[in-house]
């Protein structure tokens, strides 16, 4: 199918939202640098406050018996009878530090059931729990494409009067509209930022001065480098390609560095089946012919990290979140060795980086009071619980900081601001992820770069046809 050609409007428009981003992202950075994830929109969306939305009256706090603050850490009202919240994710460092603040309000009347995955099996739990209209979980912990997807389903409450309601007291302006956008459609807020994350190339820097490397700025130089690595007894180049969402992130980055959207984000046309999505998939191909090694295709996420921190990776792409662990003296035997440098690109100055989100969001027809899992939200994504985070990576609030935050900062926001932007929020665009993610990750097992396309193309027109999600 004929690509829609919308490059030009879609990357002014990426960029500018990866200027807004990065502003919070170099607040958060301030003690030693910034980041984080996905650890993984464009659309109409709302922003809180002064966007010249139609505001309506706060409503008087709830009347919660006492109204005594649960304590300094959980500074949100204590309810009058016990209240149950299960919470599924999927887990890396500044997470599990979100989760921990939770749990604090448990010290009056919550209790809190926090469950972590696999992403995927995380993401297939909560779709179906979701589907029931019943739901188990009362929070579920997502990056923007994961509550899109859920939003696009009318799974998800909007939060638009409970952030107006409690905007001034726990001070949501410091959250720039920017991370509302990447929850939001049509105006609605399905989520509250917490995470702000991005991927980049990280490197053993002694090492690769002993073998008298530079740090790839490419595809092509990160390709010419890999023959010298696995001579030396090292690793590949490291890339997320042992799974089927991982190969479709992979993809969308390359793809987005061409120029491309993966569908239109106004028809829902896919945009892959094309010469610009062959490029993108046969750079992957090569990455993993070339620069695989014995490992390629096989490491996940967590393993890249522990790859990184053995040495056995010396230079790869990952997510930024997982910058801070390359100096964990309990986990990691190269502390202070790896460096960070900017996402790589296909050479056309756009660089192969998502600007992501992770968020707080609530299922529609949960059984506990909406209101009460908002403030329990409330009080794990407050000024302090951000303060905490940013140990691990970028927070969403401006002016956080932290001393012991990760190195990473500048290669963060570059990959912010020049990368190719947020995932679309296009009803259909979760039915292009998953088709997308299925076909590539054939290429595995030999089937052709162009066939893989063709075959996810033909899946997806078929889907998106029949929801009748196509113009």
């Given at each position: 199918m004929k690509p829609m050609k919308t490059a030009t409007s879609r990357l002014r428009r990426h960029r500018l939202l990866a200027l807004i981003l990065v502003l919070a992202m170099v607040a958060a950075a301030c003690g030693g640098s910034t980041e984080t994830t996905p650890d993984e929109t464009t659309a109409t969306t709302a922003a809180p406050a002064d966007d010249g939305a139609t505001e309506t009256t706060p409503a008087p706090a709830p009347d919660d018996g006492a109204m005594e603050m649960i304590s300094a850490e959980c500074p949100i009202p204590n309810p009058d009878s016990e209240v149950q919240i299960d919470m599924?994710?999927?887990?890396?460092?500044?997470?599990?530090?979100?989760?921990?603040?939770?749990?604090?309000?448990?010290?009056?009347?919550?209790?809190?059931?926090?469950?972590f995955l696999d992403s995927q099996e995380a993401r297939n739990q909560v779709t179906l729990d979701v589907a029931t209209g019943e739901p188990n979980f009362e929070i579920i912990q997502g990056s923007n494409s994961f509550i899109i997807e859920l939003a696009n389903k009318d799974a998800l409450l909007p939060l638009n009067d409970l952030i107006d309601k409690y905007r001034d007291e726990?001070?949501?302006?410091?959250?720039?509209?920017?991370?509302?956008?990447?929850?939001?459609?049509?105006g609605n807020i399905y989520a509250v930022p917490m995470v702000s994350n991005s991927m980049h190339v990280f490197y053993n820097e002694p090492v690769l001065n002993q073998l008298g490397l530079a740090v790839p700025t490419t595809f092509d130089e990160a390709l010419a480098m890999c023959p010298t690595l696995e001579e030396n007894g090292y690793a590949g180049f490291g890339l997320m390609l042992s799974a089927g969402w991982s190969w479709q992130i992979e993809f969308d980055n390359v793809l987005g560095s061409l120029g491309l959207d993966p569908v239109d984000p106004v028809t829902g046309q896919p945009n892959w089946n094309s010469p610009e999505g062959i490029q993108a998939a046969n750079i992957l191909k090569d990455m993993l012919e070339t620069c695989g090694g014995v490992t390629g295709g096989s490491y996940s996420t967590d393993d890249i990290q522990a790859a990184f921190q053995t040495g056995e990776y010396v230079v790869g792409q990952t997510w930024a979140s997982r910058a801070q662990a390359m100096d964990d003296p309990e986990a990691s035997a190269v502390v202070g060795e790896i460096q960070f440098a900017p996402a790589l690109d296909t050479g056309s100055g756009v660089l192969a980086a998502p600007a992501y989100m992770d968020g707080y969001a609530i299922p529609k027809g949960t059984s506990v009071d909406p209101e009460k899992i908002f403030l329990a939200i409330m009080a794990a994504t407050d000024r302090e619980s951000q303060e905490a985070a940013a140990a691990f990576g970028g927070v969403t609030r401006a002016g956080v900081t932290n001393p012991d935050g990760p190195r990473n900062g500048d290669a963060a926001q570059a990959s912010f601001v020049e990368g190719r932007g947020p995932d679309l929020t296009h009803p259909a665009a979760g039915i292009a992820r998953s088709k997308l993610g299925e076909a590539l990750l054939t290429i595995v097992d030999g089937t052709s770069v162009e066939d893989a396309l063709a075959a996810a193309e033909t899946a997806y027109l078929e889907e998106a046809a029949a929801q009748g999600l196509l113009n």
């Open positions: 599924m994710g999927w887990e890396f460092p500044i997470v599990s530090q979100y989760a921990a603040e939770l749990e604090e309000c448990a010290e009056g009347n919550y209790s809190f059931n926090v469950q726990y001070n949501l302006d410091e959250i720039d509209p920017a991370f509302f956008e990447l929850g939001s459609i049509d």
